[in-house]
């Protein structure tokens, strides 16, 4: 072959350390000193910025000499590799980020938190095996172009799916300014500024006197409407919204979820059902104040179209509620058989029904436990618990 030809260097593969002290005493000339040990990363970064500008007699040397080397130990080894052959073989070096499998990486990257957001948002809780999908969606990557030539790759598998959404959900911030929750805040207020924790509590005793409920579970407690409506809105933003949908109170007590719900959520009816009649009748008043609330031109339709409907029942003994896309349930005061009687009422409940309760968690359901956090309630701290009905695939 014409040419120059190419001088074979000597492959060492332990180059030695210079010595920092020459042999009459006097300093060492400038020159390299001994590096620490280089991390995967860190050396692959370093020999893939070489090969850039390696001259062809080196890059020949160095890819006879790349299997030998100890950086066969690292995941940068394949890729590396690949653009000593591309530049040999006058071939375009396109470098390509190795997929994602791990829960640190998907939730150290923003471009994997962006894609579960946008995938969440297509896939609708309710629609059929609909984590399937999102984990089909998730490992589908697409392939390079001039406008993304590198775009991110993912391969998970589904607990790690269903555990980086649980990190993202822990780590979202309340949002107290967004615009929902200055509605919440707008509307709520005038709603149930002469209400009290401590009012709606005699109430609830003086009715349960008169009617001599003396179990437990009829006491009375509630969760304030801005605690519940920043939790709403960091479910719903995180786990997806019903396209349509029905909001349920199951223990509504004086009826604030209700309207808090209807704005923060996509319900088109929002329903509280209470055995004591004094507390339905207090949420049930208050729509006429709600309609003549919401008639301003910068309410959004979805909140002036919701309807309410107040039940006064045991949700114990109605399954009227079963229809609904998404539960709230007060069982704090619940013994252990009343709650086992009621989870085989829950579970009459459709795929993609979302739940949520209060302190006491649900063992033994078709609904999954998609993540768990501290919350504040009329008694003082608890925990809360949010649940998808799932189908056998997803569980």
Known sequence: MGGAAIKKAPIVEQPAVPSQVKSDGSDPAPGPTPASPASPSDYSQSMQSSIHSMPMNELATSLRAFDKSASKRFNERTLTHRLLNNRLAGEPETIRRPPLHTLDELIESDEARAKISFIFEKQSPGESSRWEKILSAMNTNLEPSEEDPDPIQINIKMPILKKAIQKIFINKPSDHSS????????????????????????????????????????????????????????????????????????????????????????????????????????????????????????????????????????????????????????????????????????????????????????KKSKFELLVSDTCTVSWGKTTFFVYEKMNIQSS
């Open 179 to 362: 615009s929902d929750m200055t509605l919440v805040k707008g509307i709520l207020y005038p709603l149930y500024k002469k209400h009290s924790s401590d009012r709606a509590q005699r109430i609830s005793t003086n009715e349960r006197d008169e009617k001599k409920l003396i179990e437990p579970h009829y006491v009375y407690g509630e969760m304030p409407y801005e605690q519940f409506s920043l939790i709403l809105q960091r479910i719903l933003s995180t786990y997806g919204l019903h396209r349509t949908g029905l909001f349920c109170d199951l223990g509504c007590g004086v009826g604030q979820l209700c309207y808090s719900a209807c704005v923060i959520g996509t319900f088109q009816k929002c329903i509280g059902i209470d055995i004591l009649g004094s507390l339905v009748m207090r949420g049930e008043k208050r729509v006429s104040l709600w309609g003549n609330m919401i008639g301003e031109e910068f309410i959004p339709s979805k909140i002036k179209d919701c309807v309410f409907e107040w039940i006064k029942d045991d949700f114990m003994e109605t399954t009227t509620w079963t229809s609904a896309t998404f539960l709230f349930l007060h069982w704090t005061a619940f013994s252990l058989s009343r709650r086992k009687t009621l989870i085989t009422l829950l579970d009459r409940c459709a795929e993609g029904t979302f739940l949520v309760t209060l302190t006491h968690p649900i």
